[in-house]
């Protein structure tokens, strides 16, 4: 079983940056692959970006890439989002997620863990 929380959303204006956080406890020894997904509101959940348990082969959907950053530090057991030129269609809870084995995928069924999710509002 492993633990995650979310923090670092809040309220930024249109090209702005933020950095969220994804803090993992439990059995982090395991080789968690992580993800970031959203949700704005009405919405179904969606995936943005995941990385591998080692930090390599950082994979990205269309619309956050070249603007989004995933990373991952394993000796404090976090995971990062670093957001920039953000957009109001940005705007949206983020999830922190994880699953044992490869990363890539892309549908929520595939990871087992989550966390509360942070909110990312981004205004024009």
């Known amino acids: 079983q492993v633990q995650l929380v979310e923090s670092g959303g809040g309220l930024v204006q249109a090209g702005g940056s933020l950095r969220l956080s994804c803090a993992a406890s439990?059995?982090?020894?395991?080789?968690?692959?992580m993800a970031w997904f959203r949700q704005a509101p009405g919405k179904e959940r969606e995936f943005a970006a995941s990385?591998?348990?080692?930090?390599?082969?950082?994979y990205y959907t269309d619309s956050v890439k070249g603007r989004f950053t995933i990373s991952r530090d394993n000796a404090k057991n976090t995971v990062y989002l670093q957001m920039n030129s953000l957009k109001p269609e940005d705007t949206a809870v983020y999830y922190c997620?994880?699953?044992?084995?490869?990363?890539?995928?892309?549908?929520?069924?595939?990871?087992?863990?989550w966390g509360q999710g942070t909110q990312v509002t981004v205004s024009s």
């Open positions: 997620a994880a699953r044992l084995g490869p990363h890539g995928f892309v549908q929520t069924y595939n990871y087992p863990y």
């Open positions: 439990g059995r982090t020894s395991s080789n968690y692959a």
């Open positions: 990385i591998s348990w080692i930090g390599s082969s950082p």
